[in-house]
């Protein structure tokens, strides 16, 4: 099993340098995989020698069995998928047993957003009297003003921000650069921080991360996520919210409002535009709910 790992190895490689894929993608990549050499062993079979297209359906109705999600099923293949052309491309196999494996068909969930009413209750609860409640009322504008994912967020260093001219570069997936455009609320926000928290909460001047925790350092996601949770509670909102309602909500919100999916589309940072179509049909609901508390036929 130590020449499987060997390929797992080689293959996360491959997929950091030759295809530059994010450091969370990659650890999942490499989960999955391990995952599947774990479920072979236990039937005696081996990625490279003797598993075929039959053993990779029913490692994947296995994990159907435990409960486990579509999405999580479809990734798993897909993870399988790529390691074997890697395999193939390499002659480590001559043949691709996933090849004709089909992915599970997923159904596509709305995502779930806030109103507008909701997006500025949340931002009116954090206290600017102390550094770390301007800290979160920054993240907060800056991400309802961007749309850019809670990653790319605590990812911002002091030098991809500007104020002047209004924009933030952030850093998606696949390590595509972009720029995004700041509001002025987001700005003066973002500004406010900069100027008269950050140098109370960081530990050294060489700190480049722009978000820093209660420790000095660059904030994580989790943390973030309590941050998000906390002022949603003070907010009464009964909503699920997740690191994504921002992002979601920001979206959602710029279409409603006569946004084009094109520009959406780039400033959320999507490689193909069906990602970003899903929030069109969020607005059509949005439509059928005023269209039917208003109308008076409806």
Avoid at 233 to 247: G, M, S, V
Avoid at 269 to 278: C, F, K, R, V
């Amino acid at each position: 099993m130590i020449i499987v790992e060997s390929y797992v190895n080689q293959f996360i490689h491959y997929l950091a340098e030759e295809r530059g894929l994010a450091p969370n993608t990659l650890e999942s990549y490499g989960r999955d995989l391990r995952q599947f050499q774990t479920y072979l062993q236990s039937s005696d079979m081996d990625v490279v020698k003797n598993s075929d297209r039959t053993t990779i359906i029913g490692y994947l109705n296995n994990l159907q069995v435990k409960g486990r999600a579509v999405s999580t099923i479809s990734r798993n293949l897909a993870a399988i998928k790529s390691f074997y052309q890697f395999l193939v491309r390499e002659r480590y196999v001559e043949k691709d047993p996933a090849m004709n494996v089909e992915s599970p068909k997923l159904e596509k969930k709305l995502p779930k957003i806030l109103s507008i009413a909701e997006v500025e209750e949340l931002l009116r609860q954090p206290s600017t009297t102390l550094p770390a409640g301007m800290r979160d009322k920054a993240m907060l504008e800056l991400l309802y003003a961007t749309g850019i994912r809670v990653s790319e967020l605590i990812s911002l260093n002091i030098s991809d921000v500007n104020l002047d001219m209004g924009y933030i570069k952030c850093l998606g997936k696949g390590s595509k650069e972009r720029i995004v455009p700041l509001g002025s609320i987001a700005v003066k926000c973002v500004l406010e921080y900069t100027q008269k928290a950050r140098m109370k909460l960081v530990r050294t001047y060489e700190e480049p991360a722009l978000f820093v925790n209660h420790h000095g350092n660059r904030l994580t996601r989790q943390g973030f996520w309590k941050i998000i949770k906390k002022y949603a509670h003070e907010a009464n909102i009964t909503k699920d919210i997740t690191p994504h309602t921002l992002r979601h909500s920001f979206a959602t919100h710029l279409l409603e409002n006569g946004a084009d999916l094109r520009s959406v589309q780039e400033m959320l940072g999507h490689a193909d535009i069906s990602t970003t179509q899903i929030y069109t049909h969020v607005t059509k609901n949005h439509l059928k709910e005023v269209y039917d508390k208003t109308h008076p036929r409806a």
